[in-house]
Protein backbone atom coordinates (compact mmCIF):
# COMPACT_ATOMS: atom_id res chain seq x y z
CA UNK A 1 0.00 0.00 0.00
CA UNK A 2 1.06 3.70 -0.34
CA UNK A 3 1.86 5.60 3.07
CA UNK A 4 3.13 8.30 3.78
CA UNK A 5 3.93 9.49 7.46
CA UNK A 6 5.39 12.96 9.49
CA UNK A 7 4.31 14.23 12.86
CA UNK A 8 1.43 15.82 13.60
CA UNK A 9 2.78 18.56 15.36
CA UNK A 10 6.00 20.51 16.00
CA UNK A 11 7.06 23.48 18.10
CA UNK A 12 9.86 25.86 17.63
CA UNK A 13 11.37 29.04 18.37
CA UNK A 14 11.62 32.67 16.13
CA UNK A 15 14.97 32.63 14.94
CA UNK A 16 16.24 28.85 15.59
CA UNK A 17 16.37 25.93 13.24
CA UNK A 18 13.50 22.85 12.49
CA UNK A 19 13.43 19.34 10.18
CA UNK A 20 10.20 18.43 9.72
CA UNK A 21 10.81 14.35 8.53
CA UNK A 22 8.68 12.29 6.07
CA UNK A 23 8.86 8.56 5.48
CA UNK A 24 7.15 7.08 2.71
CA UNK A 25 6.24 3.79 1.31
CA UNK A 26 5.44 3.83 -2.05
CA UNK A 27 4.79 1.16 -4.93
CA UNK A 28 6.46 3.77 -7.37
CA UNK A 29 8.68 7.03 -6.94
CA UNK A 30 9.47 9.88 -9.37
CA UNK A 31 9.73 12.52 -7.13
CA UNK A 32 9.21 14.05 -3.50
CA UNK A 33 7.57 17.24 -3.15
CA UNK A 34 7.31 20.04 0.14
CA UNK A 35 4.42 22.32 0.05
CA UNK A 36 3.56 24.94 2.74
CA UNK A 37 -0.43 25.75 3.93
CA UNK A 38 -1.04 28.44 6.32
CA UNK A 39 -4.86 27.80 7.79
CA UNK A 40 -7.39 28.40 5.71
CA UNK A 41 -5.14 28.95 2.05
CA UNK A 42 -4.56 26.95 -0.57
CA UNK A 43 -0.83 24.80 -0.16
CA UNK A 44 1.86 26.76 -1.94
CA UNK A 45 4.69 24.28 -3.26
CA UNK A 46 8.32 24.70 -1.21
CA UNK A 47 10.33 22.45 -3.27
CA UNK A 48 10.80 19.19 -5.05
CA UNK A 49 13.66 16.15 -4.90
CA UNK A 50 14.19 13.35 -7.14
CA UNK A 51 17.22 12.21 -6.59
CA UNK A 52 19.22 11.19 -3.20
CA UNK A 53 21.11 14.68 -1.07
CA UNK A 54 20.33 18.24 -0.29
CA UNK A 55 18.60 21.04 -2.59
CA UNK A 56 18.62 24.53 -0.84
CA UNK A 57 16.51 26.99 -1.41
CA UNK A 58 16.94 30.05 0.63
CA UNK A 59 16.25 29.77 4.21
CA UNK A 60 14.01 26.27 3.30
CA UNK A 61 16.68 22.95 2.42
CA UNK A 62 14.93 19.65 1.82
CA UNK A 63 16.90 16.25 1.68
CA UNK A 64 15.74 13.12 -0.01
CA UNK A 65 16.98 9.53 0.90
CA UNK A 66 15.64 7.22 -1.67
CA UNK A 67 16.91 4.00 -0.33
CA UNK A 68 15.77 4.88 3.26
CA UNK A 69 12.30 6.27 2.18
CA UNK A 70 12.96 9.52 3.77
CA UNK A 71 12.83 13.22 3.40
CA UNK A 72 13.37 16.31 6.02
CA UNK A 73 12.56 19.66 5.02
CA UNK A 74 15.04 22.15 7.08
CA UNK A 75 13.82 25.83 8.19
CA UNK A 76 16.46 28.18 9.21
CA UNK A 77 16.57 31.59 10.89
CA UNK A 78 12.81 30.65 12.07
CA UNK A 79 10.13 33.59 11.50
CA UNK A 80 6.44 34.04 12.93
CA UNK A 81 5.22 33.63 9.42
CA UNK A 82 6.47 30.32 8.94
CA UNK A 83 3.73 29.02 11.48
CA UNK A 84 1.72 26.41 9.03
CA UNK A 85 1.23 23.01 8.09
CA UNK A 86 3.81 21.80 6.01
CA UNK A 87 2.65 18.85 3.31
CA UNK A 88 5.19 15.64 2.29
CA UNK A 89 3.84 14.49 -1.28
CA UNK A 90 5.47 11.69 -2.64
CA UNK A 91 4.78 11.24 -6.97
CA UNK A 92 4.45 7.51 -6.85
CA UNK A 93 1.88 4.59 -6.99
CA UNK A 94 0.25 2.69 -10.30
CA UNK A 95 -0.86 6.54 -12.13
CA UNK A 96 2.35 8.32 -10.63
CA UNK A 97 0.35 11.26 -9.22
CA UNK A 98 0.77 13.13 -5.82
CA UNK A 99 0.15 11.04 -2.44
CA UNK A 100 -0.16 13.29 0.44
CA UNK A 101 0.91 13.14 3.51
CA UNK A 102 -1.05 14.35 6.93
CA UNK A 103 1.00 17.15 7.05
CA UNK A 104 3.03 18.83 10.13
CA UNK A 105 1.54 21.41 12.18
CA UNK A 106 4.64 23.97 12.83
CA UNK A 107 3.90 26.31 15.66
CA UNK A 108 6.82 29.19 16.09
CA UNK A 109 6.34 30.89 19.62
CA UNK A 110 8.62 33.88 20.03
CA UNK B 1 -4.33 38.05 -10.56
CA UNK B 2 -5.15 34.42 -8.78
CA UNK B 3 -4.09 31.84 -11.14
CA UNK B 4 -6.54 29.27 -9.74
CA UNK B 5 -9.97 30.52 -8.80
CA UNK B 6 -12.83 28.71 -7.06
CA UNK B 7 -16.24 29.14 -6.86
CA UNK B 8 -18.10 29.05 -4.37
CA UNK B 9 -16.29 29.46 -1.40
CA UNK B 10 -18.32 28.29 0.95
CA UNK B 11 -21.47 26.53 0.18
CA UNK B 12 -23.96 25.05 2.72
CA UNK B 13 -26.52 22.18 1.07
CA UNK B 14 -28.51 19.11 2.72
CA UNK B 15 -28.26 15.73 1.66
CA UNK B 16 -29.47 14.44 -2.12
CA UNK B 17 -28.69 17.81 -3.49
CA UNK B 18 -26.63 17.68 -6.46
CA UNK B 19 -23.55 20.66 -6.53
CA UNK B 20 -21.48 22.15 -8.73
CA UNK B 21 -17.99 23.60 -7.90
CA UNK B 22 -16.39 25.15 -10.60
CA UNK B 23 -12.60 26.05 -10.92
CA UNK B 24 -10.94 28.01 -13.96
CA UNK B 25 -7.31 28.83 -13.86
CA UNK B 26 -5.16 31.63 -16.14
CA UNK B 27 -1.86 30.14 -17.05
CA UNK B 28 -2.82 27.73 -19.75
CA UNK B 29 -1.94 24.65 -17.70
CA UNK B 30 -2.71 20.90 -19.28
CA UNK B 31 -3.33 19.60 -15.64
CA UNK B 32 -6.23 19.78 -13.69
CA UNK B 33 -6.82 18.07 -10.62
CA UNK B 34 -9.24 18.25 -7.91
CA UNK B 35 -8.40 17.08 -3.67
CA UNK B 36 -10.56 17.19 -1.14
CA UNK B 37 -8.85 18.01 2.51
CA UNK B 38 -10.38 16.64 5.54
CA UNK B 39 -9.09 17.40 8.93
CA UNK B 40 -6.06 15.18 9.80
CA UNK B 41 -5.67 13.22 6.61
CA UNK B 42 -3.51 14.08 3.61
CA UNK B 43 -5.07 15.73 0.27
CA UNK B 44 -6.66 13.10 -1.61
CA UNK B 45 -7.72 13.24 -5.05
CA UNK B 46 -10.59 12.91 -6.60
CA UNK B 47 -9.99 13.25 -10.92
CA UNK B 48 -7.35 14.50 -12.71
CA UNK B 49 -7.28 15.67 -16.41
CA UNK B 50 -4.30 16.04 -18.73
CA UNK B 51 -6.19 18.02 -21.55
CA UNK B 52 -9.50 18.49 -22.23
CA UNK B 53 -10.41 14.40 -23.61
CA UNK B 54 -8.64 13.24 -20.79
CA UNK B 55 -9.99 12.53 -17.75
CA UNK B 56 -9.01 9.79 -14.85
CA UNK B 57 -10.16 9.03 -11.42
CA UNK B 58 -8.17 9.13 -8.56
CA UNK B 59 -8.02 7.54 -4.89
CA UNK B 60 -11.62 8.52 -4.07
CA UNK B 61 -13.88 9.03 -7.13
CA UNK B 62 -17.09 7.52 -6.01
CA UNK B 63 -19.80 10.09 -5.52
CA UNK B 64 -18.18 12.18 -7.69
CA UNK B 65 -18.36 13.22 -11.54
CA UNK B 66 -15.88 15.97 -13.47
CA UNK B 67 -16.25 17.79 -16.60
CA UNK B 68 -13.25 19.38 -18.59
CA UNK B 69 -15.24 22.12 -20.28
CA UNK B 70 -12.29 23.95 -21.82
CA UNK B 71 -8.40 23.60 -21.16
CA UNK B 72 -9.17 26.60 -18.50
CA UNK B 73 -12.34 24.91 -16.74
CA UNK B 74 -12.45 21.89 -14.67
CA UNK B 75 -15.68 21.68 -12.72
CA UNK B 76 -16.82 19.00 -9.85
CA UNK B 77 -20.10 17.22 -9.50
CA UNK B 78 -21.55 15.89 -6.79
CA UNK B 79 -24.77 14.12 -8.12
CA UNK B 80 -26.42 13.77 -4.63
CA UNK B 81 -24.64 14.91 -1.96
CA UNK B 82 -24.06 13.02 1.50
CA UNK B 83 -22.73 14.01 5.22
CA UNK B 84 -19.65 12.74 4.83
CA UNK B 85 -18.83 14.84 1.50
CA UNK B 86 -18.25 17.35 3.96
CA UNK B 87 -14.77 18.63 3.32
CA UNK B 88 -12.30 21.49 1.90
CA UNK B 89 -12.04 21.05 -1.78
CA UNK B 90 -9.31 21.97 -3.97
CA UNK B 91 -8.74 22.50 -7.10
CA UNK B 92 -5.02 22.69 -8.66
CA UNK B 93 -3.86 22.99 -11.86
CA UNK B 94 0.11 22.43 -13.60
CA UNK B 95 1.99 21.73 -16.22
CA UNK B 96 5.26 19.88 -14.60
CA UNK B 97 6.62 19.13 -11.22
CA UNK B 98 4.59 22.08 -9.62
CA UNK B 99 0.66 22.46 -8.79
CA UNK B 100 -0.90 25.79 -8.20
CA UNK B 101 -4.07 25.30 -5.97
CA UNK B 102 -6.98 27.30 -6.30
CA UNK B 103 -7.99 29.08 -2.95
CA UNK B 104 -10.44 26.04 -1.75
CA UNK B 105 -14.20 25.61 -1.39
CA UNK B 106 -15.50 24.60 2.38
CA UNK B 107 -18.77 22.29 1.21
CA UNK B 108 -21.31 21.16 4.49
CA UNK B 109 -23.28 18.81 3.70
CA UNK B 110 -26.04 18.62 6.33
Known amino acids: GQNIDQPTEMTATEGAIVQINCTYQ??????LFWYQQHAGEAPTFLSY??LDGLEEKGRFSSFLSRSKGYSYLLLKELQMKDSASYLCAVRGGSNYQLIWGAGTKLIIKP | DADVTQTPRNRITKTGKRIMLECSQT?????MYWYRQDPGLGLRLIYY???????NKGEISDGYSVSRQAQAKFSLSLESAIPNQTALYFCAAGQGDEQFFGPGTRLTVL
Open chain 2, 27 to 31: KGHDR
Open chain 1, 26 to 31: TSGFNG
Open chain 1, 49 to 50: NV
Open chain 2, 49 to 55: SFDVKDI
